[in-house]
């Protein structure tokens, strides 16, 4: 019995396959031809194999789905016509691994991923070690089971990616101008493991693996995910132990990676963006107004950079308007305050109410219209930023860490419209505020001092208004 696959003569892209790009290969219809006259068995195997080849360029190439189907499908059958102990069956696995992987890039299948990891598993145990097939099977499992832990969250898949990817390297020859590539995959699932754990010795290992990684990369050929990769690492190990001489690699590092991406790469924003950050954290550090313009010119040039609907626009768009505040701040300039409303309205445009970071532009674009307020005294804009701190409010989840810090700014701004107006409403409703910003923050946290004083502040100015000495007494209760 016949295992070659169906495949439709009516499909577009086997009718251009028989005018083969390369005249020294066989034609569709000659592939055909030798699987037919092909006995069962390894001989057909064979076949079948030329033909997942075959299928599996003309895919990449034109990006054909059915071409892709036919691979998988002429892969299956490889499989099933190979013996067990067939010195070739290792190569139909990881083939066959290969075609899955690649439709669950297209597909999200979870499935076809399940299916690549079994074929490569399989794979694996068919070879033994220093067989040179064994990379490729390594390579496919570790990607794998990194994509897993991606799209499930379990971490047992991670652990899998960073063993396999550690096995890959240790038997990659020096030499090879795939070891900095599978390096940096290496140190990429360490970062990962840094982000889930929190481990600082996984950060290390990342920090050494990428660099290993960069120093085996040639001059004329450094790859910019490569300096990417140890900016971020040496960023997470600022953030983690404040070390100035990490913002500095970091920084360093973004520096040569943004200096390698050529013009229309569509990363390109991602990282002129993160070199702002970069420069942004050594001006609050240092205090250096060179570094606020360099991030100024970073976040500017990213945004320029980036298309209409690209789905991190309304991050990069709120970072340029803190950017202006943070200039506002140091400067005194109003022209940034206005800038940076600008940027705040663009970026809550960008995102529709449910959104996880709505609440947070809503909540900088109402701090902007205070910083006018309180420069100008126009109650309107007042007003306007507690229509938008509110809406911050309504829209943070219970239980979200920044939750507090929010109802204290509306606190804070409910007690400026008390001073300018006197209408006792407001001072309750932003004691009201300030109590819950208070109950909300646990025991030990480095704001709960300042939300306490600010609650105190406003039983003070109740006794004042009120003459009784209740309120006073509730100050002395915040104490």
């Given at each position: 019995m016949s295992l070659q696959p169906e495949i439709s003569d009516s499909d577009p892209a086997i009718a251009m396959s028989n005018l083969t790009l390369d005249p020294g290969l066989p034609t569709l219809d000659e592939m055909r031809t030798a699987l037919t006259e092909a006995p069962e068995g390894p001989a057909r195997a064979k076949q079948f194999h030329a033909l997942v080849i075959f299928h599996r360029g003309q895919y990449m190439?034109?990006?054909?789905?059915?071409?892709?189907?036919?691979?998988?499908?002429?892969?299956?059958?490889?499989?099933?016509?190979?013996?067990?102990?067939n010195p070739e069956l290792p190569v139909y696995l990881q083939m066959l691994g290969d075609c899955f992987t690649i439709r669950f890039q297209m597909t999200g299948n979870i499935a076809d991923l399940e299916a690549a990891l079994e074929n490569f598993r399989d794979a694996i145990a068919k070879l033994s070690g220093g067989d040179f097939r064994l990379l490729a099977c390594l390579k496919g499992l570790a990607a794998c089971s990194m994509s897993k832990y991606l799209f499930l969250g379990d971490l047992q898949d991670l652990e899998t990616a960073i063993q396999n990817y550690q096995a890959l390297v240790?038997?990659?020859?020096?030499?090879?101008?795939?070891?900095?590539?599978?390096?940096?995959?290496?140190?990429?699932?360490?970062?990962?493991?840094?982000?889930?754990?929190?481990?600082?010795?996984?950060?290390?290992?990342?920090?050494?693996?990428?660099q290993k990684a960069i120093s085996l990369m040639p001059e004329d050929n450094q790859d910019y995910l490569g300096y990417l990769s140890l900016a971020s690492a040496f960023t997470y190990r600022y953030r983690r132990l404040g070390d100035l001489a990490d913002l500095e690699a970091s920084l360093q590092s973004y520096q040569k990676g943004v200096a390698l991406i050529p013009e229309g790469d569509p990363y390109l924003p991602v990282c002129l963006h993160n070199l702002a950050l970069a420069f942004r954290s050594r001006y609050l550090q240092l205090g250096q107004l060179e570094n606020l313009e360099s991030a100024l010119q970073n976040d500017r040039e990213a945004v320029a950079q980036t298309p209409d609907g690209h789905p991190d626009l309304h991050i990069w768009l709120q970072d340029l308007g803190m950017t202006y505040q943070d200039r506002y701040q140091r400067m005194g300039d109003l022209q940034d305050v206005e800038v940076a409303l600008e940027y705040f309205e663009k970026a809550v445009l960008l995102t529709l109410p449910g959104h996880p970071d709505r609440p947070e532009h809503l909540q900088h674009w109402g701090i902007a219209f205070a910083d006018r307020y309180e420069r100008l005294g126009n109650l309107e804009d007042l007003e306007v930023s507690l229509e938008k701190k509110q809406s911050a409010v309504a829209e943070t989840p219970q239980g979200h860490p920044q939750l507090p810090s929010r109802l204290q700014s509306v606190g804070v701004s409910y007690r400026y419209k008390y001073m300018m107006l006197g209408d006792l409403k407001d001072l309750e409703t932003a004691m009201q505020n300030f109590q819950a910003a208070v109950d909300q923050t646990p025991a030990g946290h480095p704001h709960l001092p300042g939300r306490l004083e600010s609650l105190g502040v406003s039983w003070r100015d109740m006794y004042e208004r009120s003459g009784t000495s209740r309120p006073l007494q509730r100050v002395f209760e915040q104490l």
């Open positions: 190439r034109s990006g054909n789905q059915r071409d892709l189907e036919a691979a998988l499908q002429n892969s299956q059958a490889a499989v099933i016509q190979t013996p067990d102990g240790a038997q990659i020859p020096e030499g090879d101008p795939d070891l900095p590539v599978q390096l940096q995959n290496l140190a990429g699932s360490f970062i990962a493991q840094y982000q889930r754990l929190g481990e600082l010795k996984s950060l290390d290992s990342a920090l050494e693996t990428q």
